[in-house]
């Protein structure tokens, strides 16, 4: 008796086991299946500059003009391939690729636009980065993960 009651236990411990760490979901054989991580749907898409994987956008195009001449373009793009430009006519410097997201990448950590900040801040933000006190034209325009657009377009 007490054999079979041990024989017994140790089938219940089994399945239990097998039924509480196996894999036995409808997408166990897929290799590509995601691992068992959390991941915040949000940040799936493109990450956040709060998780470090991203910044929170795809895209990212901004032209500053000072006396109605091209003074600063930034583009960031990510879409389909990793794409960034830099081109600052006030500091004579012109990048691109690697070197370019170099910069970028300073100023979007130091600036952080998110989908809710206002714009104004987003103007303030950005001509702050750049040293600037005025402008004649200033036109941005942010796609981020989510699909919200941001669209700035400022002429004095």
């Given at each position: 008796?007490?054999?079979?009651?041990?024989?017994?236990?140790?089938?219940?411990?089994?399945?239990l086991?097998m039924g509480?760490?196996?894999n036995?979901?409808?997408n166990?054989?897929?290799?590509?299946?995601?691992?068992?991580?959390?991941?915040?749907?949000?940040?799936?898409?493109?990450?956040?500059?709060?998780t470090?994987?991203?910044?929170g956008?795809?895209?990212?195009?901004?032209?500053?003009?000072?006396?109605?001449?091209?003074?600063i373009?930034?583009?960031y793009?990510?879409?389909?391939?990793?794409?960034?430009?830099?081109?600052?006519?006030?500091?004579n410097?012109?990048?691109?690729?690697?070197?370019?997201?170099?910069?970028?990448?300073?100023?979007?950590?130091?600036?952080?636009?998110?989908?809710?900040?206002?714009?104004?801040?987003?103007i303030?933000?950005?001509?702050?980065?750049?040293?600037?006190?005025?402008y004649?034209?200033?036109?941005?325009?942010?796609d981020?993960d989510?699909?919200?657009?941001?669209?700035?377009e400022?002429?004095?």
């Open positions: 008796m007490r054999k079979l009651n041990a024989v017994g236990t140790i089938v219940i411990t089994g399945a086991l509480g760490c196996g036995f979901g409808k166990a054989d897929k290799p590509n299946r995601e691992e068992a991580v959390i991941i915040n749907e949000d940040e799936k898409v493109g990450g956040s500059i709060e470090g994987d991203g910044y956008f795809t895209s990212f195009d901004l032209e500053i003009d000072i006396d109605g001449k091209d003074a373009d930034a583009n793009d990510v879409t389909k391939k990793a794409n960034a430009d830099y081109e600052n006519k006030l500091q410097i012109k990048l691109k690729d690697n070197k370019a997201m170099d910069e970028l990448n300073k100023m979007f950590i130091e600036i952080r636009i998110t989908k809710d900040t206002p714009q104004q801040e987003v303030d933000k950005v001509l702050q980065w750049f040293g600037l006190e005025t004649s034209k200033f036109d941005l325009e942010v981020f989510d699909g919200t657009l941001l669209n700035i400022d002429v004095k």
